[in-house]
């Protein structure tokens, strides 16, 4: 079994990096190490690996580093990938349960782990293991590494600039025609969410017993709102709470999603931004195998 450790240098600088390399080097078997340099990296060396054999693969980053290896190694049965978590979010470990994001630095457990096959979401030929959102979310999440290149700006600031310049600047709606199944809704609409995983943005869990490999994908649809209805609801929709409000929350199960709009979208899928007019999202035909520490459940 070939180990690939792909590390992303622009996350977890310093002492977390440092001590990353020391703990693959201790390991009791052989382990390669690889940096990418730029956008593309992780996608390409997972590709190649999980070409060449069996592979397991570990992402050494964020979301949208695992995001690429996802990219790089669907598909491919004798390939599987996991997250050592580098970012600021690295969302998807979460479904394993917010306290247990430790437990995917414990290099040894983690390489003797089990792998699960996941279900996969297919964004106009962008493929995500998590949540593709579209909409005020998407802006909020793509405009945070903006903000983050300001002097004196950390994490929660650079989300705090970004929520308030889309909700006060930009408006909580654009114009879309959204269709998933026999759902069609035409309007200004704040945010399209099509579900694989549970959480996003940080901790948002808008569906939360939603599972990453049942074969389904769960999509809410939030239309229009005033802005004291969104202040009201923001918290509702973050811990899963749609089913109290129908008639301001949509949801439907298992359809192929369709948004369109005469505007240029944001889409975000799984932390990566994509940019556009139309999105086709739908369950993707491939899958990705995921391994992660035998005492950890999702």
């Keep these: ?10 996350a977890g600088k310093g002492s977390r990096q440092v001590d990353l390399v020391a703990a693959v080097k201790a390991l009791p078997f052989p382990a390669e190490i690889v ?3 730029k956008a593309g990296d992780c996608q390409r060396l997972a590709r190649e690996a999980a070409r060449a054999g069996e592979v397991r693969i570990y992402a050494c980053g964020g979301d ?5 290896a996802v990219n ?21 470990l979460k479904i394993f349960g917010k306290e247990n994001l430790a437990r995917f630095n414990d290099l040894p457990a983690l390489a003797a782990g089990p792998q699960a096959a996941m279900d996969l979401i297919d964004c106009s030929g962008r493929l995500g293991v998590d949540i593709v959102c579209v909409g005020l979310d998407a802006r909020v999440a793509a405009d945070v590494h903006r903000f983050k290149s300001l002097p004196l700006v950390g994490g929660i600031g650079a989300y705090i600039l970004a929520l308030g310049e889309n909700v006060l600047l930009k408006g909580l709606s654009q114009p879309m025609d959204v269709r998933a199944g026999d759902l069609r809704f035409r309007g200004d609409t704040a945010l399209v969410c ?7 943005g940080g901790g948002f869990m808008p569906v939360g017993d939603n599972m990453p490999d049942d074969g389904k994908l769960e999509t809410l649809v939030v239309p229009k709102v005033s802005l004291p ?23 439907r199960q298992g359809a192929d999603v369709t948004v369109r709009s005469e505007e240029e979208l944001t889409a975000v899928v799984d932390g990566e931004t994509i940019r556009g007019k139309e999105f086709s999202i739908r369950l993707s035909e491939k899958k990705v195998n995921f391994f992660y520490p035998a005492d950890v459940h999702y």
């Design 64 to 68: 949208g580093t695992l995001n690429e």
């Design 35 to 37: 940096y990418t340099q």
């Design 72 to 92: 790089g190694a669907a598909g491919y049965p004798d390939a599987a990938v996991t997250n050592v978590p580098l970012g600021t979010g690295n969302d998807f």
């Design 194 to 200: 099509v579900c694989s995983g549970r959480y996003y």
């Design 229 to 251: 209805t969104f202040a009201r609801l923001v918290g509702k929709y973050a811990k899963g709470r749609y089913r109290e409000y129908p008639d301001r929350i949509l949801y």
């Design 1 to 10: 079994m070939r180990h690939l450790f792909i590390i992303n240098p622009s």
